[in-house]
C-alpha cells in the first residue's frame, strides 16, 4: 500500500520558518516528480512547488517563488520543503504528492499519490 506522510507543520510567527519533510512506503518514487500543495480553508488547492525525479528541475509558485525551497533524496523516498520568510497568507494544510511523470508540474491531476497534510499556521 503506497503512503505519503507529511510532517513539520505547526505554528510559527511571521517572519520566522518552517521546514516541512514527506516520506514515501509502498514504493519507490525515485523515477517521479513530486510537488507540494496547500489548502487554505474556503479557497482551491494550489500549487506550491514541484521538483524532477532527478532534482535537477525546480518550478516555484508566484506567491512562494524566493521564500520555499523543495528538495528530494531518493535514498530516503522523501521530498522536503523549507519555508523562509513565512506570511500569514501562507496559512494552510500543506500536501506532498507523487506526479505520475518524470518532471513535476503545478497541475495537480498530474499525481497520484496524495499525503493526508500537514496544517502550517503563520501568526501576524
Known amino acids: 500500500q503506497v503512503q505519503l506522510v507529511e510532517s513539520g507543520g505547526g505554528l510559527v510567527q511571521a517572519g520566522g520558518s518552517l521546514g516541512l519533510s514527506c516520506v514515501g512506503s509502498?514504493?519507490?518514487?525515485?523515477?517521479?516528480?513530486m510537488g507540494w500543495f496547500r489548502q487554505a480553508p474556503g479557497k482551491l488547492r494550489e500549487f506550491v512547488a514541484s521538483i524532477s525525479w532527478s532534482g535537477s528541475n525546480t518550478y516555484y509558485g508566484d506567491s512562494v517563488e524566493g521564500r520555499f525551497t523543495i528538495a528530494r533524496d531518493n535514498a530516503k523516498n522523501a521530498v522536503f520543503l523549507q519555508m523562509n520568510s513565512l506570511k500569514p497568507e501562507d496559512t494552510a494544510v500543506y500536501y506532498c504528492?507523487?506526479?505520475?511523470?518524470?518532471?513535476?508540474?503545478?497541475?495537480?491531476?498530474?499525481?497520484?499519490?496524495w499525503g493526508q497534510g500537514t496544517q502550517v499556521t503563520v501568526s501576524s
Open positions: 509502498g514504493r519507490t518514487f525515485s523515477m517521479n516528480g
Open positions: 504528492a507523487v506526479s505520475r511523470y518524470r518532471l513535476g508540474s503545478r497541475n495537480y491531476n498530474e499525481y497520484d499519490y
